[in-house]
């Protein structure tokens, strides 16, 4: 494995151990050459997954975008990060599972929603205002308000 920081080939390996939710090997290691320690994750992946985006071009699905998107939506709201860990490798788990080898990008984002609807309101609507582009304040307003109106039925039932 190569150093992030010094890009020297052969860092060593210090320490090893399952992820909390046994989905990925922990793996601390160490640089001779510079001294850096940082971690790694090892993962299984089942297949190659290629998702195809609303305009039609193709790229290999990226675990750590994913990541990044669902960090922005939570970022300064209290949810525990091994949660938003949990989510990322379900959904992954989900497409690899699913059978296909091209996901669209819509589905991926459904399930981005659906999890953060569950996880968190205020990360929930961060997601939707981009993944359904709001252009105004409006379109907040009416997002928000079928949130609403979806947990008054929850309640009154």
Known sequence: MRCPFCSYDDTQVKDSRPSEDNAAIRRRRFCPSCG????????????????????????????EKLARSLQIAVRKRPVDPERVERIINGIQRRLESSGETEIQSASIGEMVMEA??????????????????????????????KIDDSDTVLEDD
């Open 116 to 145: 953060l609807s569950a996880l968190d309101k205020v990360a929930y609507v961060r997601f939707a205002s981009v993944y359904k582009d709001f252009r105004e304040a409006k379109d907040f307003g009416a997002f928000v308000g």
């Open 36 to 63: 850096s320690r940082f971690t790694t994750f090892e993962r299984v992946q089942l297949r190659e997954l290629t998702v195809v985006k609303k305009n039609g071009s193709r790229s290999i699905f990226d675990r």
